[in-house]
């Protein structure tokens, strides 16, 4: 693993985005970890994420007999 930061920028922390997370403040204080859109925030991470798992942990319905 590098120790050299992505030239990118940081990249959204919401499941699924790949969108680059918007800039630092210019008076300072640390980047925030999601992008600009609205919906994007931590309580719908953590729904989206909940949500997938939950998919993930459901059997498929064609499996049952």
């Given at each position: 693993m590098s120790d050299?930061?992505?030239?990118?920028?940081?990249?959204?922390i919401y499941p699924g985005c790949e969108r680059p997370a918007v800039p630092a403040h210019p008076?300072?204080?640390p980047q925030p970890a999601f992008c600009a859109l609205e919906e994007h925030n931590a309580l719908r991470?953590?729904?989206e994420r909940r949500r997938l798992q939950a998919m993930a942990n459901t059997p498929d319905l064609k499996e049952r007999p």
């Open positions: 050299r930061p992505d030239p990118r920028g940081k990249i959204c008076q300072g204080g991470a953590h729904q």
